[in-house]
DNA sequence: TTTTTCGCTTACCTTTTGGTAACTGCTATA
DNA sequence: TATAGCAGTTACCAAAAGGTAAGCGAAAAA
């Protein structure tokens, strides 16, 4: 018989990938951080955020709307305004930020204090 | 003057960046569910997490060793023994991960039931 | 009239990430 | 003796992500 064996866990990883499918690479959280800071148009979120070009916002934005966590709307007046919101739906991922963000402090702190 | 502005939020972005630049990707968080679930051989850890090749394990491995989350240990018995285990830093992880889980069980329930 | 702003798009290129398959020296098991 | 397991490494390649620079038509501001 093989000894070849390991524990399982699919079960605990699942969920954490399901959310990572979504929500990782570099851009996507800080993008919904800029959106719930204020900013709602193309060009104010694209210089909220440091280093991102307008083809990689663009990207983003749509891949972040197909997943229902902002909404894109369209003013038309003249000439036409375009605005992005966050949905209520991603309003359900401030933990997540949140828990990002405590640890990227003390991280910070561990890294560069003592 | 410029009517050109937007509202600034990089000090919110940096700590969530920060986090990011470390756990982000497809893979290291899975290791990590792995290892504190009971594996700690490379090939264990390699058999536990679905579709994984051992040279992204083994890169991975190297990383998150870099970055004092897991810590590699060679035992001398013959034949040699090495095993990963998480170190009590990877364990402030936790949060985050549980945040993860949660928000992915609710949006698999959200893309599937309803 | 010229410049700037808006919300993007396009073409091209580099970097990062990941995948395939074979192979290593060693030991243990059948 | 032949095969399988261990902990990886190597060479090669494909795909995904990201960066660079330019440009579009319309309108507003200088």
């Known amino acids: 018989m093989s ?3 390991h524990t399982e866990c699919t079960s605990e990883m699942l969920p ?19 959106i ?7 060009r104010e979120i694209e ?8 083809k990689v916002l663009a990207k983003e934005l749509k891949d972040l709307e197909e997943n229902e966590l ?16 966050i949905t209520p739906y991603a309003k359900t991922l401030q933990p997540v ?11 910070r702190k561990k890294i560069l204090g003592r």
Not at 18 to 28: E, H, P, R, V
Not at 36 to 42: A, K, L, P, T, Y
């Open 3 to 5: 000894k070849a064996s």
């Open 16 to 34: 954490v990938r399901d959310a990572l499918d979504i929500i990782s690479g570099k851009w996507k959280l800080l993008i919904l951080i800029s």
């Open 36 to 42: 719930s800071s204020g900013n709602s148009r193309f």
């Open 47 to 54: 210089r909220s955020i440091p280093k991102i070009t307008s």
């Open 70 to 85: 902002i909404e894109r709307t369209v003013y038309d007046d003249i000439p036409v305004v375009i605005k992005y919101t």
């Open 97 to 107: 930020i949140q828990a990002l963000s405590d640890w990227g402090k003390n991280h």
